[in-house]
């Protein structure tokens, strides 16, 4: 933005209860260098000499950065605001309404920090099951919706003599469901495919051909009323 709008925009702001540390770039070399900092908001005017609103808002999507973005103009088309706001702009506000500033600003910052607080939610769950998954003292392995075995635990590589590197790819019925039961193991795919748990007492076979009496029961995972894959615990 110009010097005096940035000037306009840093007093209301203060006015509004914010302690502001601002920085006014308005050049691609500018905004990459301000963002070897973390910022809570960005205010950008759409049309500058060297920059622009939608240039600035693909910097951020091309970083992956998740700071609000909003656009402060002194005039601007409503193809252009649709536009920014389907690219994740957060709002549009123009010059001549500036006292919208504070409580969208307000509003931005604390939807920010809920989507921060819920992705370091859902990476701490995320590593929970992980971990819940490898220590877990029954083989398990982890299944895409055509059988194809996409991760296991160190207990199924104990049980069954394969390591990850063997088996990761490959169908889990052709690798150990003995020939003679390869039947039954296409009829507990089907039960699973069907989105239907299943335990069953039977036999399956390691590495090295001997048969092993199991337990194996099958749980399918789905997300948002979608199967995704399926999980095996013997």
């Not at 998954?133 to 199924?156: A, M, W, Y």
Request: proline share 2%; glycine share 6%.
């Amino acid at each position: 933005d110009s010097v005096d709008d940035y000037m306009l925009i840093v007093r209301e702001l203060q006015r509004g209860g914010f302690g502001t540390t601002a920085k006014r770039v308005d050049t691609a070399e500018e905004t990459e260098q301000a963002f070897k900092e973390e910022w809570d908001i960005v205010i950008c005017d759409h049309a500058m000499g060297q920059f622009s609103s939608t240039a600035a808002l693909a910097f951020l999507q091309n970083k992956h950065i998740d700071t609000p973005f909003v656009i402060v103009s002194g005039t601007i088309s409503e193809e252009i605001i649709r536009k920014a706001l389907s690219s994740g702009a957060r709002d549009c506000i123009l010059k001549s309404n500036l006292g919208r500033i504070v409580p969208i600003v307000q509003r931005e910052i604390e939807a920010a920090k809920i989507r921060k607080d819920n992705r370091e939610e859902i990476l701490t769950q995320k590593l929970w099951l992980q971990a819940l998954f490898e220590k877990f003292p029954s083989g398990t392995i982890r299944l895409d919706d055509r059988d194809t075995i996409l991760q296991v635990n160190k207990s199924f590589e104990e049980m069954f003599q394969y390591s990850f590197d063997e088996v990761k790819g490959k169908n889990i019925n052709e690798l150990v469901v003995p020939d003679e039961l390869r039947e039954e193991g296409q009829e507990l795919s089907n039960i699973i495919f069907q989105g239907k748990s299943f335990r069953k007492e039977t036999r399956r076979k390691r590495k090295d051909g001997t048969l092993i009496n199991v337990i194996v029961v099958g749980v399918p995972v789905i997300v948002n009323e979608k199967q995704v894959g399926n999980y095996v615990v013997y």
